[in-house]
């Protein structure tokens, strides 16, 4: 990224509270500020050059006579008012106070006298890539700014970007300015119910969901960025029916691939730079990058692309499914394996333990006809021992039984 031409938003941050101060009369007014030439004007007023009376500081002051404005001219300044009220950025307009009057309403914004993307674009006929990327990359950063407060513009084009001086570079010539916060609202948040319904915009810029009378989100920021790059980088417009009918048919039937490998200055580009217009106009809103993608997108980073390379967040859950299914395939052909292995195992167990077992019971068999055997031969051994030595006892009872006699039969002759 061309740091020397980017400055981050975190530098342009700082909100301070914005004075509103209400005057009794319009003359009042001139009393603080003095009006010079007029620089621009519009349906409800004209936006002038002014110098503070008391610092003789140059400012722009839009001035709208409400009574033109009407209730539904007057809603939108209000609604304006508001969100510039909370935004501090380098490339979003600053908003320096308010005065209003019964009559009128005085909004003092910062003076850029370079005046919009618009005119310059008529003097140079078509921006070179690197003047393209440095202005995309400063539109991408503000509206990553508004889109992380929910804020979304509504509005995006040539004409309500202003050129402003760089306070670090005098001759930078692409100081960027959002302007123009009319048909701008805040989102309560994320989420379907949160999403925006309001048919508005410039039809040039418009996005499909939009004419298609689909909700929508901030993306529809994005889809309008894009019809500026491809516009800056081309010097036309890519949709330049007359007809509003044949225009919106244009927007909602492109196949933006088609358009840019048919569009002269834009079929010779690197392929990043296609890829990123692809990606900033593509239909599908899900597909659809975001600023803070655009910022991290090879193009504006310099880094080498990669059209395999997912870069919105749909690519890369996409390529997460696929990565998540080869690891689920990868895991069961393992698995499968691993069991195939395992049942071949026990399969072999199975037959050795088939085999072990018939051993056992043949041997078995054979040990225990052998024991019986030496038990039988045992049980008589002891048989006939034991009859042996009761007929032996028998005998040596008999011999003392007759010597006993004898020796009674003595003593009964003596």
């Known amino acids: 990224m061309n740091r020397r031409n980017f400055i981050p938003s975190s530098r342009c941050a700082r909100v301070s509270p914005i004075p509103h101060t209400r005057l009794g009369k319009d003359s009042q007014f001139t009393q603080i500020y003095k009006i010079k030439n007029e620089i621009g004007r519009g349906s409800y007023g004209t936006v002038s050059r002014v110098v503070c009376?008391?610092?003789?500081?140059?400012?722009?002051?839009?001035?709208?006579?409400?009574?033109?404005?009407?209730?539904?001219?007057?809603?939108?300044?209000?609604?304006e008012v508001v969100i510039l009220k909370t935004v501090r950025h380098c490339f979003i307009i600053k908003l320096k106070e308010i005065f209003e009057t019964q009559k009128q309403m005085f909004i003092i914004t910062e003076l850029c006298n370079g005046g919009d993307l618009y005119s310059l674009l008529k003097k140079k006929r078509r921006f070179n890539v690197d003047e393209s990327k440095i202005v995309l990359q400063r539109l991408s950063?503000?509206?990553?700014y508004l889109h992380a407060r929910d804020m979304v513009h509504r509005d995006i084009k040539l004409e309500?970007?202003?050129?402003?001086?760089?306070?670090?570079?005098?001759?930078d010539p692409y100081y960027v300015k959002i302007t123009d916060f009319g048909l701008s609202i805040v989102k309560n948040g994320i989420g379907v119910e949160n999403m925006l319904s309001d048919f508005c915009g410039t039809p040039y810029y418009m996005p499909p969901e939009i004419l298609n009378g689909k909700a929508y989100s901030e993306k529809?920021?994005?889809?309008?960025?894009?019809?500026?790059?491809?516009?800056?980088?081309?010097?036309?417009?890519?949709?330049r029916g007359s007809e509003t009918e044949k225009?919106?048919?244009?927007?909602?039937?492109?196949?933006?691939?088609?358009?840019?490998?048919?569009?002269?200055?834009?079929?010779?580009?690197?392929?990043?730079?296609?890829?990123?217009?692809?990606?900033?106009?593509?239909?599908?809103?899900?597909?659809?990058?975001?600023?803070?993608?655009?910022?991290?997108?090879?193009?504006?980073?310099?880094?080498?692309?990669?059209?395999?390379?997912?870069?919105?967040?749909?690519?890369?859950?996409?390529?997460?499914?696929?990565?998540?299914?080869?690891?689920?395939?990868?895991?069961?052909?393992?698995?499968?394996?691993?069991?195939?292995?395992?049942?071949?195992?026990?399969?072999?167990?199975?037959?050795?333990?088939?085999?072990?077992?018939?051993?056992?019971?043949?041997?078995?068999?054979?040990?225990?006809?052998?024991?019986?055997?030496?038990?039988?031969?045992?049980?008589?051994?002891?048989?006939?021992?034991?009859?042996?030595?009761?007929?032996?006892?028998?005998?040596?009872?008999?011999?003392?039984?007759?010597?006993?006699?004898?020796?009674?039969?003595?003593?009964?002759?003596?």
Not at 141 to 144: E, F, I, T
Not at 227 to 239: A, D, E
Request: with cysteine.
């Open 53 to 79: 009376i008391s610092d003789l500081t140059q400012w722009a002051c839009k001035t709208i006579v409400k009574e033109k404005a009407g209730s539904s001219g007057v809603r939108l300044l209000e609604r």
């Open 141 to 144: 950063d503000a509206l990553q």
């Open 160 to 171: 309500n970007i202003l050129l402003g001086t760089n306070p670090e570079d005098h001759s």
């Open 220 to 239: 529809c920021d994005i889809w309008s960025l894009g019809i500026i790059l491809y516009t800056l980088l081309v010097g036309t417009h890519p949709f």
């Open 247 to 414: 225009l919106y048919q244009d927007i909602c039937n492109v196949d933006i691939k088609k358009l840019i490998q048919s569009t002269k200055y834009l079929s010779i580009l690197c392929d990043a730079v296609k890829d990123c217009l692809k990606v900033m106009l593509h239909p599908d809103t899900a597909y659809r990058i975001t600023a803070a993608e655009i910022l991290l997108h090879p193009w504006i980073t310099g880094e080498a692309y990669d059209e395999n390379k997912p870069h919105n967040i749909m690519d890369l859950m996409k390529q997460w499914k696929n990565e998540e299914t080869d690891r689920e395939s990868i895991q069961s052909t393992s698995q499968n394996m691993s069991m195939h292995k395992i049942n071949t195992k026990f399969e072999d167990i199975q037959t050795k333990r088939k085999s072990l077992d018939q051993l056992k019971i043949i041997e078995p068999l054979k040990d225990q006809k052998t024991i019986n055997d030496q038990n039988i031969r045992l049980h008589k051994l002891r048989t006939s021992t034991l009859s042996y030595k009761l007929l032996n006892n028998r005998r040596i009872a008999t011999k003392i039984s007759e010597k006993s006699n004898q020796k009674i039969e003595k003593k009964r002759k003596n």
